[in-house]
């Protein structure tokens, strides 16, 4: 890619921009109880030799905790090394994307797509894990890293280049990214069928890469087959959320469906707003051209007023939420259009964002899950408002700028409200891996307190969920579960098994904090799910400590002799 004017004023603004928002939420980004803690603990074991699956039960497919783990040679397995990997990852996206956009829209689309990146995912606060520094799951942004890099080599290839080096690369991504999570693999795999079908490349190209992709399916049966019974790497790890039942309700909330009439009433009104300004911005065009109004009576200077008072309210009332939310029916109604010409970028691009936006559709926002689904999605805005719109004659090249606004009121009541957030994590909790600042003191000082007693251990184990404990205090846990939430552990055949792992491993004390598991539809362990194993808890084990505060409690139990 050959750097213009734009890209030499472009690429050092974003630099700036993440600056800015990398300084406005330093160390605020692990939440030290959800999930993150998984790829924490995890990778630094994988290095010792450790295997994925046999060792660890992990719900992904294998890429993220090995790049984890090859990262963690490179930049160390404390903070600091996670916050590198974190900000890399993060940085990779966006350039990824800003090479998308930039090789189908133009450098001031690109820029726009990676300004959005930067301020609403990339440190985003909306929700625990929802940001690409410490994440819920480090394959939802190494994923994501590889498939905005598939889309933009592909993209490159079909539309620019026909070289073979960006065909190959573009496969190597999307195998990376599909080894990365299941719903990436599905859209790698229909992204490619929809590449072979319409654009015919060359057959040599099509086979190398059903060959490159059975090759990595055979290398990774081959690598995690010792995982014994009840411990398959594919159907009881990667599968295993496949076959649980009782997670329905969970993904409603997530997609938006347990609230349907709200959620598209939201999404009806955001449609309206950007349809709105569409036809505006038509209107100026007309003005602008003269279209319409006798030479110098002043007509279409009357007609510009107003539509530029329109738009203001409009960027006003229309630059939150709603915008994101529109584009669920928004990207409905490009599918005939997209239908009609399958060969432009139309189609590629709306095949990647749809298909992401599936799991949050009527919660179409960068918030919680959103952060990292919605990535796809910012490159087809970029590419329909400044691109699509206007070489089809909707509006001028120029009058798209009047989208200009509306996205910064969006960009700036979104910083605004994370840096509203990351306001309340001021209380320092420091560790033998660093130092990070948690938005609760009462889990600040229990989990400080906590670290600093708990080296001693020989081994723990914590419930409901929380390995990030077992990284700070330097402390293994002996069971292949690290989570003991309903979502994962509410399964019959799964819980005999943990059972039979506790009474052969015998881990010397477990911790029990006070993570609440109503999200899922449960109200405790031992209360409505995990009952049997609760029994056998309270038959070989005694409280040992108990830190009990008004926000947060841990209590500490130790296996009888």
Not at 412 to 437: A, D, E
């Amino acid at each position: 890619m050959k750097l213009n004017r734009w890209d030499a004023f472009a690429l050092p603004a974003l630099a700036l921009l993440v600056t800015i928002v990398l300084a406005a939420s330093w160390a605020r980004w692990l939440d030290p109880i959800l999930d993150s803690g998984r790829d924490l603990y995890i990778p630094e074991k994988l290095v010792t030799g450790k295997v994925l699956y046999r060792d660890f039960q992990y719900y992904y497919p294998p890429v993220a905790p090995y790049l984890l783990a090859l990262g963690t040679l490179i930049a160390g397995s404390d903070l600091a090394g996670y916050t590198f990997l974190g900000i890399a990852i993060g940085i990779t996206a966006m350039l990824a994307l800003y090479l998308l956009v930039r090789e189908l829209a133009g450098t001031l689309a690109a820029t726009i797509a990676s300004a959005m990146f930067v301020t609403l995912s990339l440190t985003a606060a909306t929700n625990w894990g929802s940001n690409f520094i410490f994440p819920y799951a480090h394959a939802a942004t190494v994923g994501m890293m590889f498939l905005v890099l598939y889309l933009a080599f592909m993209a490159r290839f079909l539309f620019r280049t026909q070289a073979t080096r960006d065909w190959s690369i573009a496969i190597a991504c999307g195998i990376l990214a599909a080894g990365s999570k299941l719903e990436l693999a599905t859209l790698f795999a229909v992204s490619l069928v929809y590449v072979i079908a319409i654009h015919r490349p060359l057959r040599k190209l099509v086979l190398a890469s059903v060959a490159a992709i059975v090759g990595s399916l055979a290398l990774a049966w081959i690598a995690f087959s010792g995982g014994g019974p009840g411990h398959h790497w594919l159907w009881d790890n990667i599968f295993l959320l496949t076959r649980q039942q009782r997670s329905i309700g969970f993904y409603a909330n997530v997609q938006g469906t347990n609230h349907i009439g709200p959620n598209a009433l939201r999404s009806l009104l955001g449609a309206a707003i950007v349809i709105a300004f569409v036809l505006l911005l038509r209107v100026a065009t007309a003005a602008l051209s003269g279209r319409g109004a006798a030479e110098g009576s002043g007509t279409h200077k009357v007609i510009l007023t107003l539509v530029v008072i329109a738009l203001a309210v409009l960027s006003f009332y229309g630059g939150d939420d709603k915008f994101f939310r529109a584009w669920a029916l928004l990207q409905l109604a490009l599918i005939p259009l997209a239908l009609r010409k399958l060969r432009t970028p139309l189609p590629f691009l709306l095949i990647a964002s749809l298909l992401m936006s599936l799991r949050i559709f009527l919660n179409l926002t960068p918030d919680w899950y959103g952060f990292s689904l919605i990535v796809p999605l910012y490159a087809l805005i970029a590419y329909v408002l400044f691109e699509l719109l206007p070489a089809n004659g909707v509006y001028s090249k120029r009058v798209a700028l009047a989208w200009l606004p509306l996205l910064a009121i969006l960009i700036v009541r979104t910083q605004i409200h994370q840096r509203s957030i990351w306001s309340h994590c001021v209380y320092p909790v420091t560790t033998s891996r660093g130092t990070y600042f948690d938005w609760s003191k009462d889990r600040a000082d229990i989990v400080q307190d906590f670290v600093r007693g708990a080296g001693g251990a020989h081994s723990l184990v914590v419930i409901p969920e929380s390995p990030t404990l077992n990284y700070f205090a330097r402390v293994d846990n002996p069971l292949s579960y690290q989570m003991f939430t309903p979502f994962i552990s509410d399964m019959d055949w799964l819980e005999r098994d943990m059972i039979a792992e506790f009474d052969a491993r015998k881990p010397d004390y477990l911790a029990f904090v006070s993570r609440p598991v109503n999200e899922f539809g449960y109200r405790g362990f031992g209360i409505d799910y995990n009952r049997a194993l609760a029994a056998y808890i309270r038959s070989h084990y005694g409280v040992a400590r108990v830190w009990q505060r008004p926000r947060f409690s841990l209590v500490l139990m130790k296996r009888r002799v």
